[in-house]
């Protein structure tokens, strides 16, 4: 059925017409996927690749690569794109909506999408490429996400730190160490040695000592053929038998 609307003579198909007229259950779900795409946008990280030429095979190992890494991988539409970067005030990128697009975000790791998009563009030449990017906020262009991939991962950013922090208790340790083995011996054993003095036993007389009672026991020994002074003589005295005997004995 055809109707002719003001005074011209075009016709339109009534039934054409809300066929094209999307039903509200697409636009509620477009609305979704335009909030999801915002919440992806306001994540730490993200880069946006031209993927067009890439083949399922090398789709899927860089896609294994991405979940090992906690980074979320998808192909995006432009259309809708446009609604959520304007929604974060990323509206210079609009731009880049032509053609095919996807997008790499992290929250965990600032540098992951970068690094591992500009390992399969460097591997795919001319028909992976990276369009821009963004990172806390603020827009990056192609050249500075290809800088930013060559900074190491993480943990291995933590690993470097650590190691900076350590490094001068370390050079203090060598250095101890050189000055101990310099001496004589290493500093953990001349510790643990006991001072001279000590590893005598504590029965066993000091030399001095020793010899001052080696000089008294020489004075108070007595000498040669004299008898101790303890010893005292008792005279010997004539018994009351032998007195009586003596007396009644004659003498001749």
Do not use: W
Not at 183 to 211: F, I, L, M, Q, R
Not at 220 to 233: I, L, N, Y
């Amino acid at each position: 059925m055809y109707r002719s609307y003001g005074t011209g003579r075009i016709y339109y198909n009534v039934t054409e017409v809300k066929r094209k007229m999307p039903s509200e259950s697409i636009l509620k779900e477009k609305k979704q996927i335009v909030l999801e795409m915002t919440e992806r946008l306001k994540s730490q990280a993200g880069v946006f690749v031209d993927y067009k030429g890439i083949n399922v095979v090398e789709d899927t190992e860089m896609r294994v690569k991405m979940r090992a890494a906690n980074v979320e991988y998808s192909v995006i539409k432009n259309s809708l794109m446009k609604f959520a970067i304007k929604n974060v005030g990323f509206d210079d990128l609009e731009s880049v909506f032509i053609g095919t697009t996807s997008l790499a975000t992290s929250k965990d790791d600032p540098i992951a999408p970068a690094r591992i998009v500009k390992e399969y563009a460097d591997k795919l030449n001319n028909y992976f490429e990276i369009k821009a990017g963004f990172m806390d906020g603020k827009i990056l262009s192609a050249d500075e996400v290809n800088a930013i991939a060559s900074i190491p991962a993480l943990p291995v950013l933590q690993a470097q730190f650590l190691g900076t922090l350590l490094a001068p208790i370390t050079s203090l340790a060598v250095v101890l160490k050189a000055i101990a083995e310099k001496n004589g011996a290493p500093a953990d054993v001349e510790a643990a040695a006991p001072p001279p003095e000590e590893t005598k036993s504590a029965e066993e007389p000091a030399p001095a000592e020793e010899k001052a009672i080696e000089k008294k026991v020489t004075e108070d020994a007595p000498a040669e053929g004299v008898k101790p002074e303890t010893e005292t003589e008792i005279p010997a005295e004539e018994t009351p038998a032998e007195e009586h005997i003596a007396k009644e004995t004659p003498a001749e």
